[in-house]
């Protein structure tokens, strides 16, 4: 199936190797925890661990994982640099507070 996020990673992950030219750098990104989703400069690129080649230049990623709060970080990658890009993402809820009410008496 074309629509399918695996369908979708492939598809830019053989843009971005497509596209990273002679001086090709290459990026790996773990995250905590695995297999959090990564969009590099706004292309899905799949759970991570992976690794991938790109353009030497600014980049942007953008890491989600359900429950968790998004990341977004950018680097600057050199000519043939490999970078190891590693994203802890923080719980979405630990800022709420819960509030228990007493039940009321009659």
């Given amino acids: 199936p074309v629509g399918t996020p695996e369908a ?4 830019n992950l053989q843009f971005f190797q497509t596209h990273s030219g002679p001086n090709a750098a290459q990026i ?3 995250t905590v925890p695995d297999h959090a989703s990564a969009w590099i400069d706004g292309k899905f690129v799949g759970p991570a661990p992976l690794t991938l080649k790109v353009a030497p230049g ?7 994982a ?9 680097f600057d990658l050199a000519a ?7 994203v ?7 800022n709420q507070v819960v509030i228990h ?6």
């Fill in 101 to 106: 009410w007493a039940p009321q008496k009659q």
């Fill in 80 to 86: 043939k640099q490999t970078q190891s890009i590693d």
């Fill in 66 to 74: 359900p429950n968790m709060q998004e990341s977004m970080q950018e």
């Fill in 8 to 11: 979708i990673a492939k598809t």
């Fill in 88 to 94: 802890a993402l923080k719980s979405a809820y630990q």
């Fill in 28 to 30: 790996a990104v773990h």
């Fill in 58 to 64: 600014h980049h942007q990623i953008l890491v989600r």
